[in-house]
RNA sequence: GGGGAGAUGGCCGAGCGGUCAAUGGCAGCAGACUGUAAAUCUGCCGGCGUAUGCCUACGGAGGUUCGAAUCCUUCUCUCCCCA
């Protein structure tokens, strides 16, 4: 295959990119690749400690694609050995370690989730217990008299937890040391990361020069705040829009993400050019169109990414009719009567609540409804045979049979 | 090796013998308002019970006491200072 110009390839690389580290350099490599014809290798490291996947962890994966697309070789490197250390990486507080085994079961969910983002066929996988594992004590000896304790705490988290007086354990700093020997094991030519990861990625670089290699380029990539707008998109903040969430979902919370945080999701979630994020800014600024709209578009833009367009129809209709029109939605679970049972406990059964005081307190605050009529008391009894659909709070949905 | 400080609910952080399921703040949930949000206001915010109430919970284990998150012993863990 041939390459696009280094021009073109450029145009693609720095979409929504924060830092590219060196510039020039990576120029460089892109223009030898062309003329020798051959593929740069673009290394991500995934870092396997949970197996869920959110639009978050897209951005990265997105960037990755470019470069399959522009015909370089993306490898996609199993931290399963680095998920024993637990990267601290933009926290506060170490993180729980994995074994082997947990690692690799969320690595096999991690690596299908992928697939919506990635061309897996040229895609290559590789885990980095393959190579950490085999150092014994005295290669890791070796390893860690390249670096100094000074550098490392140089670390924006390192140096925040060493201020205030957090722990650090020492295995910790074999982290970015791990990581960068991947780099070394790969020789690889660019690594990606979030702007958490720039310390880590710059580690392997210094790492490559120890060796004797080509150091990569690192290219990092801004971090996608979650629907809160304010923290970085994660679970552990429970403001994520998963690769698993439902295209209503998706839609759903994209819905609800604060108006600044529009053109940043165009151009980070949704992958959209410049072109587009401009046509959008403009949109914004000349205040005669609702930002709800835009919204609109970003989540139908968002959804069909990953589930294709008759899927955004979908999810756009679906949040039109339950939440704009607070209508109840076409489909929902159902659930049986047994005999008669309290209100409360069909709710809290069905998992609507966390627990029978959670429903009785929502019933109090009247967010309880029954066929659209709010039930306001507690010891409401169902009986079989009659069919109602409850909605608690504004999303929460089932059908009673 | 020596000395000192500390461990409280999802997080931060008060409490320092009874009135403590534990002040505040953040997060979360619900209602009102909206553009779906954000902001704002109001309510809720361990479990079980309609409820007086009961159970579980202030790092672990013992103890003192009518009564302990609060006192004592011990264990585990963390931080600081000195060497």
Request: hydrophobic fraction near 35%.
């Amino acid at each position: 295959m041939s390459f696009l110009s280094v021009k073109k390839q450029m145009e693609l690389v720095r979409r929504g990119t924060e830092e590219i580290i060196p510039e020039n350099e990576l120029l460089k490599k892109l223009e030898t690749s062309k003329k020798n014809n051959k593929p740069l290798i673009v290394k991500l490291g995934c870092d396997p400690s949970r197996p869920d996947l959110h639009i978050g962890h897209g951005v990265v994966l997105r960037k990755l694609r470019h470069f399959q697309d522009l015909g370089h070789q993306a490898v996609l490197i199993i931290g399963d050995f680095t998920a024993m250390i637990g990267d601290p990486s933009g926290r506060n507080k170490t993180r729980p370690s994995l074994t082997l085994d947990e690692a690799k079961r969320n690595a096999e969910s991690y690596i299908k989730q992928s697939k919506v983002i990635l061309d897996i066929d040229s895609l290559k996988i590789v885990y980095n217990s393959e190579w950490l594992n085999a150092m014994n004590f005295s290669d890791v000896i070796g390893l860690t008299s390249k670096y100094t304790v000074a550098r490392m705490l140089e670390r924006d988290d390192f140096t925040k937890r060493y201020q205030s007086e957090t722990p650090i354990s020492l295995h910790e700093f074999l982290y970015p040391l791990a990581q960068g020997m991947d780099s070394v094991e790969l020789k690889a030519d660019i690594e990606l990361g979030g702007t958490d990861q720039k310390f880590n990625l710059l580690v392997g670089r210094d790492l490559q020069k120890e060796y004797g290699q080509n150091p990569q380029c690192i290219i990092t990539l801004p971090l996608l705040e979650g629907t809160d707008g304010v923290e970085k998109m994660s679970k552990t903040y429970g403001n994520e829009i998963s690769l698993l969430d439902s295209p209503e979902e998706k839609y759903g919370k994209t819905m609800s993400i604060s108006d600044d945080m529009i053109v940043k999701y165009f151009r980070l979630a949704a992958d959209a050019d410049d072109d587009k994020v401009e046509a959008v800014e403009n949109i914004l600024a000349d205040g005669k169109t609702n930002p709800r709209d835009v919204k609109k578009d970003l989540g139908k833009a968002i959804v069909e990414l990953y589930h294709g367009s008759d899927a955004a129809q979908t999810a756009e209709l679906h949040f039109e009719k339950v939440i704009v029109q607070k209508d109840i939605p076409d489909e929902m679970d159902e659930v049986k009567l047994k005999s008669d049972q309290l209100l409360v406990e069909v709710i809290a059964n069905a998992g609507l609540t966390k627990s029978k005081g959670e429903a009785r307190r929502l019933i109090k605050q009247n967010a309880v409804k029954l066929d659209g009529e709010i039930c306001a008391d507690i010891n409401h009894k169902l009986s079989v045979g009659e069919e109602f659909v409850i909605k608690v709070g504004k999303r929460r949905f089932i059908k009673v049979k």
